[in-house]
């Protein structure tokens, strides 16, 4: 692997040293010379910085430095004019200017001093370059003008289209790194959740744009190897204005419309009561059914036949505020976002409604003299459900004498117990024991009676399924009532202090606390309320049984082996994360030619895990002694700190820049300090606190004021999700694979190089190779507690990955009514593993493979094209196009004892093509503007498969039959997913397919609605 790598390594510095070398012999090769030269002020000789020398009836030109020097490169043979300008000073100009082909001029402007008089205010709307000849890094960005132009829902939405970037449903993979590698930000400030769940979303007026840096990332960022997306928030204005829109895929009958989707978004803003003082607003509902046609009924809440509604499977919330205090040279911010959201799962399998027969267990009688009520206990017995139950005195119970005979453990001797209070009935010629009289303290008066229903429910074989109610012992159940609901409700508060003490020294200082919260449950039940068989029983002698007298089971009818027909979904879990987090940075240009640049970041995690499968039954926590709720649990409650430091330099010097940066990263356990799994294998210490630290290295050079070549190394860690750290160590009870508090930072190494070049004020493009090797990725191991003999599967930092690739890019500016962005990159992203649970397998991670396989999501070849159509004021378009080559799959033989490793990902599905419309019609209500929209999403109306599509699963596992775990598509080539039963009874298992749904992205929509202005 480390000649791999180096063999990269010499690769990279070959194409770096190849662009150095050949980048001046084209431009000499073109024909082309240099002007170059000195702005000074004419009454002193002192150099002018930041002046502008442009060459006259072309677009090129450049801008002094701080010795006042200046270089137009790549000028084409010929004669031209020169004018050198700075505001308070007169212009000049040098005219017949002469370049020969590799020739140079040098030229020296002397500019003279001038009164500006005062005059009319004149707004300028400035538009940066767009090739930034000093950065190293790749930074790419979207505004938000672009995003309410585009048919996105969200600027993540939007950033996915970019070079390097290949997105899998929600999933966001950028130069072939795993998903959970991105960093997202709002204002600088990180909001990912420490515990690997969601993130704060922005409302769809609350931003003001967004960009990504997925290459060269400078020494201030951290804790991401892949890239980092930061949000910028929307401030409020210095007059007030707001806007609202409304977007719509009903279109006025339930059958005239694609997932129910309905959103409104409002902003609005302004200067507050307080001079200097400045807010903004905004608000954002969306409510949608998504694809899946689940069969749940939901209340309708009705006020007129016009005004009614009732909950969508997925609804979501966000309201967020922004203060605004500005001074001359001090900025105070206040911000506040909460989001709420609350999505009904979809499962295939769970989405059933019909009527299934319910059984009742009781104690069964056997009648030990005739003809007198005297009887003993002798087993269970099942009793279907019927009338008899809405009318329990039908059964006449009777008062009888029990006996029973025990042995005492002690003696061995043998003695009757005698029941007296029990009452019996009969359900034909069986007896059964039916309840228990309860006795008042006199021990005669009898105030109620107690049942003795041992269970009653639904069992594996006894409870059929059917459409209909076939006779009285037949209930009507709906499996997508029992589905899990998942509530998220996070709340991010920031604030944020920036002061410039003079013109090169500023600093900033951020204080923010995170609160991220997910429930997720069956009708918001506690673990102990969830139905379900197989739960703890008394019998009438006094035992208890743990395992109770019936089966945990789900599925009840031999004949319906695929759908649910009985109990909840049986898993719960409910998360929370609270960060405190302080950072502050110091920037400093008082040194000529340096930006200089340090900051520190302190981080307070309070985490909060509760997970648990099979939540309504109970099980014995060996470690504590003490009966838990849920077969298999994990729960962990910790505390930790995190920390940062980093400094860093962007050194300008004779038309080279060098962007130099060091970060030192600390870490801390907090209070999960021991390793509960004793093994020979397995350090017993916890490293409590672990460091890292990062160089970064990064070159560019500029050469024209359009030009540039740049190259960039980093060494990027990253500390693993949280959940992989603490989660539970407990190896009887464990819910999946055992935390492990010594996982160190995952590591990339990378190398980028590149050309940009501005051809035009509108039009750019952009060239880069890029190299990352990536060690220590979390993957699982098998690993035996030497004092239970227990085996279990545990996180380890073992395997490894890599990916190289180059991106190409053209955009043009929206302007004379058109713009466009293209993205085209070729990447691979290969490794050893895709997720963390690789190596949890019979044989464990002893060994790693000798070659990398393509990972879950290399896609080789990504594009996407976006194209603008705008006549301001009146109409507008916007269309996109993406397509990605397909990705990698594993084909399953299903008659194989062991599967091959060289199929792993083997396979490739069909490349996709998406396309994407808007189309805008703007009207001018009393002086507003409203606009009316529509959009078509996804036109082609391809299928675009999602994670984990090409196998289907189901949960719980069936009884009698089982998924066919990717054997279907291997065999069969078709999708969805099917299961294996014997069904004409000829020995061999057959395919029943069940086309889940789930499995797709969504197919064509259209979309109607309306923006106003105000």
Known sequence: MLKVARVRMCTIA???????????????????????????????????????????????????????????????????????????????????????????????????????????????????????????????????????????????????????????????????????????????????????????????????????????????????????????????????????????????????????????SIGFGGPAFVRSLRYYISGDATFTDTETNTIEPREETKITNWLKWRPRLHQSYNVQSKLSFIQKKYKLTGEAIFSRSKFDVYRHNWNIDGHVQKVYYFQRLRQTIPGQEIYTFQGITVVDHGPWVENAQSLNPRPIIVEEVVRDPDTGESHVITYTNFRAVDFGERTVLWDEAILAPDGQT?????????????????????????????????????????????????????????????????????????????????????????????????????????????????????????????????????????????????????????????????????????PAQRRLNTETGIYQQGRNVNRFHNFNTEGAWYAQDKWEYEGMVLNAGLRFEFFSTGNNDKIKIQSSEIDPEVERYKTNWSPRLGFAFPITDRDKFFFHYGRFTQWPSRTYLFRTQDAIGSLGTLGNPNLG???????????????????????????????????????????????????????????????????????????????????FADGVASDADFGRSAEGLTHLPTDELPLNWDQRHTFNLTLRLRDENRWGATAIYSYGSGLPWTPFDRFARLQDPSWENSMRVESNHKLSVQGRKKFSIYGRELTLYFEGRNLLNDDVLLPGGTRPGVFPGMVVAGMDNGSYLTETGQFGGAYLQDIDDDGLDDFNAVNDPTIWETHRIWRIGFGFEF
């Open 745 to 827: 930072p995952e590591l990339t190494i990378s190398y980028q190089a590149g050309i940009s070049h501005q051809f035009t004020e509108d039009i750019a493009a952009n060239f880069v190779v890029f190299n990352k090797d990536i060690f220590g990725l979390i993957s699982s191991t098998l690993v035996t507690d030497d004092s239970t003999g227990i085996q279990s599967f545990r996180f380890i930092n073992k395997t490894y990955a890599s990916s190289r690739g180059l991106e190409v890019s053209l955009e043009k500016r929206l302007t004379r009514r058109l713009g466009f962005e293209a993205y085209y990159t070729y990447s």
């Open 446 to 614: 009898v105030t109620g009676y107690r049942s003795w229903i041992l269970f009653n429910g639904f069992q594996f074989p006894f409870s059929e399924f059917s459409n209909f109610k076939e006779d009285t012992s037949y209930v009507y159940f709906n499996s997508a009532t029992r589905t899990p609901e998942v509530e998220d409700e996070n709340l991010h508060l920031k604030l944020s202090f920036n002061h410039n003490i003079t013109s090169k020294l500023l600093y900033s200082i951020k204080m923010s606390r995170l609160q991220l919260h997910t429930l997720n449950t069956v009708g918001g039940k506690e673990p102990a309320q969830f139905s379900s068989a197989g739960l703890p029983v008394t019998l009438p002698n006094g035992t208890y049984l743990e395992g109770g007298i019936s089966q945990a089971v789900w599925y009840t009818d031999p004949d319906n082996a695929y759908f649910i027909t009985a109990y909840d979904y049986p898993y719960y879990s409910e998360n929370t994360s609270i960060q405190y987090l302080l950072k502050s940075d110091i920037t400093s240009e008082q040194f000529k030619g340096h930006r200089m640049k340090t900051g520190l970041q302190l981080i307070y995690n309070d985490l909060e895990q509760d997970e648990r499968v099979f």
């Open 14 to 264: 070959a194409i770096t040293l190849a662009f150095v070398c050949c980048v001046p012999a084209l431009i000499l090769a073109q024909g082309t010379g240099i002007i170059s030269g000195t702005v000074t002020e004419a009454k002193t000789g002192k150099p002018l910085p930041y002046a502008n020398v442009i060459i006259l009836g072309t677009t090129m030109g450049a801008m002094t430095l701080e010795d006042g020097k200046f270089a137009i490169r790549g000028v084409p043979a010929g004669t031209y004019t020169v004018k050198a300008m700075m505001m308070g000073y007169k212009p000049s100009e040098k005219p017949d200017v002469a370049i020969g082909p590799g020739g140079g001029v040098d030229l020296t402007f002397k500019l003279e001093e001038t009164i500006v008089m005062k005059t009319q205010e004149i707004v300028v709307t400035g538009e940066r370059p767009m090739v930034e000849v000093t950065a190293s890094d790749q930074r790419q960005s979207v505004d938000q003008e672009q995003v309410e132009e585009m048919p996105v829902d969200d600027v993540i939405e939007a950033i996915s289209l970019k070079s390097g970037i290949v997105k899998t449903g929600e999933e966001l993979h950028v130069r072939g790194g795993r998903s959970g590698e991105v960093q997202i930000q709002i204002d600088g400030v990180p909001v990912d959740d420490p515990l690997g769940g969601g993130t704060v979303e922005v409302g769809y007026f609350g931003s003001a744009g967004s960009e990504i840096i997925s290459g060269g990332m400078d020494a201030e960022y951290g804790d991401a190897q892949s890239a980092i997306i930061n949000i910028a928030t929307k401030e409020g204005g210095s007059v007030f204005g707001g806007e609202v829109r409304f977007m719509t895929d009903d279109f006025g009958r339930a059958d005239k419309t694609y997932t129910n989707y309905d959103r409104i």
